[in-house]
């Protein structure tokens, strides 16, 4: 039997298959095929659906203000070593409610397998161009155009080629060809490979073309003893590079404000090689930092000892200690908002010691410990210079709305964010966050703390919620008539 061909569908029925085929976890020929199966069996619930979809409802939908509207991606995986970045890049993608369709080349399929693919995206792994299930219906043109952005990762010096010169012996590069979408390429490459005459002129022609690169980056390749330019961009910023081309830039409602943030632990020094610290990350404040920057604030970040890159557009002073922070703090003041994430050391030793201390027949020195300055505290019950709207973290492992309220009382911050870092959460040093904003009701001072408690996100999500949140006091203070 001939393969059938469905053409000149309306849009009712285009939106139909879609949605029936996304909630089935199918794609849409898949869903075609079974739709016919239900039909033969002499089932009737496909076929009421066909009619026109009721009006939208002019009711407004409960929604966070840090969701993101959905989108799609066709991932193309290259065959270079880099390809096992792929695999977190379809779950960073996934997080940033971007849904992906993965087509893996001959030689990214020595690298990464299909199921693995599958398994994290959730959708079926196109690999060959002459698919019988898939062509049936020119799959590579849906695969170019279903979709609102193609994005190849890792992008290798062969894929180049054919795409800068226009060849299409494949399903990849047929799908590059046949695409009216925006292209986004991670190039990965061996560095004398990114450097060769070559793939410069195919980079120059790619960009004349239009189509958007990341990276590559500098450092140490696959090879041993290898190093320069040609390291694959880290997939987190390969999702953020796809979120800016597929989303609008957003409104800057915090723009003309100064926020300043508090991120990461404190060491206090013991002696010149032993410290007293936590196992905060700063992920959490870091995170905060950029999306209030990318909401058009002027951000400061005062960050303890992290190992993470600075936040682009924001200004960074690195410290050490409780003191040394507290100081760089109040040298930022005046600020219109001031978050507190860092999670400083309560203690430090009354008396460091000028040499390291050594282990002697009397046993452990003894260690005073004297309490460190309270930066939450002493900021929020400034005279002068307290800002507008000063917002504390409280990081529990147990009793947690119960110790963050009293956290509240004592503080005099106007919001508290409290979260579980018990090691079962793995909040500590982990990608992903629950919390719980608590906040006066009304406003009033000595009135009833209003408990707001938000769902399991990644932390980059708690900062867009948390920033929105600020967002909405500001611009109700902006409108408020002058006294």
Same mark, same amino acid.
């Given at each position: ?157 062969? &894929? &180049? ?323």
């Amino acid at each position: 039997m001939a393969s059938l061909t469905i053409r000149k569908l309306d849009d009712a029925v285009k939106t139909y298959l879609r949605l029936r085929s996304a909630r089935n976890r199918r794609s849409v020929e898949e869903e075609v095929r079974v739709i016919l199966r239900e039909l033969i069996e002499g089932r009737e619930e496909p076929l009421t659906p066909f009619s026109a979809p009721p009006a939208p409802s002019t009711a407004p939908t409960p929604q966070r203000t840090g969701a993101l509207p959905e989108a799609s991606v066709t991932l193309i995986i290259g065959g270079g070593i880099a390809a096992y970045k792929s695999l977190d890049l379809i779950r960073r993608l996934k997080e940033r409610r971007i849904e992906v369709r993965c087509v893996l080349t001959k030689a990214a399929q020595q690298f990464v397998t299909p199921l693995a693919v599958s398994a994290l995206s959730h959708e079926r792994v196109y690999t060959d161009l002459f698919d019988p299930q898939s062509e049936f219906d020119a799959g590579h043109i849906r695969l170019a155009r279903d979709c609102d952005l193609i994005v190849v990762a890792p992008a290798t010096a062969d &894929l &180049l080629a054919k795409i800068s010169n226009g060849h299409a012996d494949d399903l990849a590069s047929a799908i590059l060809l046949a695409t009216n979408r925006k292209i986004l390429l991670a190039p990965a490459m061996n560095p004398l490979m990114w450097s060769n005459a070559a793939t410069r002129r195919n980079v120059a022609q790619l960009q004349r073309d239009g189509v958007a690169l990341i990276g590559p980056n500098s450092g140490e390749m696959a090879e041993a003893g290898e190093a320069g330019v040609g390291r694959m961009s880290e997939a987190i910023e390969i999702a953020n590079a796809a979120e800016r081309l597929l989303r609008p830039p957003m409104p800057k409602p915090l723009a003309g404000k100064r926020v300043l943030i508090t991120a990461g632990p404190t060491h206090e020094p013991i002696d010149p090689v032993r410290y007293i610290a936590n196992r905060s990350s700063g992920k959490q404040g870091f995170a905060i930092a950029a999306a209030a920057q990318a909401a058009g604030a002027d951000v400061m970040l005062v960050s303890g000892p992290v190992d993470l890159d600075d936040p682009a557009g924001v200004t960074v002073k690195h410290v050490e200690s409780a003191r040394q922070m507290l100081e760089q703090v109040q040298a930022a003041l005046p600020a219109d908002v001031a978050i507190f994430a860092a999670a400083v050391a309560d203690w430090r030793v009354a008396n460091e010691g000028e040499q390291k201390l050594k282990k002697t027949a009397a046993g452990m020195p003894q260690l005073q410990l004297v309490e460190n300055p309270d930066i939450l505290a002493t900021i929020s019950k400034l005279t002068d210079k307290r800002p507008p709207l000063v917002i504390g973290f409280a990081a529990e492992t147990e009793h947690l709305i119960e110790n963050a309220k009293a956290k509240f009382a004592r503080k005099g911050c106007d919001w508290i964010v409290a979260n579980d870092v018990s090691p079962a959460t793995g909040v500590m040093g982990g990608d992903r966050n629950t919390v719980h904003l608590l906040s006066r009701k009304n406003g009033a001072k000595d009135g009833e703390i209003a408990v707001d408690s938000w769902p399991v996100m990644t932390k980059e999500q708690v900062a867009i919620e948390l920033v929105a949140h600020i967002a909405r006091i500001a611009t109700d203070k902006s409108r408020e008539p002058a006294s």
